[in-house]
């Protein structure tokens, strides 16, 4: 199998509940996320997918969360607090979507890292 990482950025805030004192309170983060890509074939151009496409849509993404007060927006509420996790998750589903649409089922996002500083780290590891 091959396996592709694009690396990118973004800065946002959130407040946890119930996780502890410290992150109940409103603060914010500059994360760095960690997509990985993968797939079986290379196309006739001998790669798995082109890098720029994959960074466009990670881009895409990105504008949907940066610099946002997250738990304001739609995708994360009570039931989907905005943890790393959960943004681990919603960046991996949302970057599989717009791969199904446009490259098709040969490529499959394997995993999402979400830094929050540089020593914590949540990644979601799709099945």
Known sequence: MFELKVVTRFAAAHQLKMVGAKCENL???NW???VY???KELNKAGVLVDFGEIKKYVAEIMQQ???KFLNE???F???IPPSSENIALYIA???QDKIDGSIGDSVKVTRVAAWESEDACATYIAD
Do not use: F, M, T
């Open 32 to 34: 760095k996320i960690e």
């Open 77 to 79: 509420n009570d039931n």
């Open 37 to 39: 890509v993968g797939g």
């Open 27 to 29: 603060h914010g983060h």
């Open 73 to 75: 927006l739609e995708l």
């Open 93 to 95: 589903r949302a970057l």
């Open 65 to 67: 969360i940066d610099h």
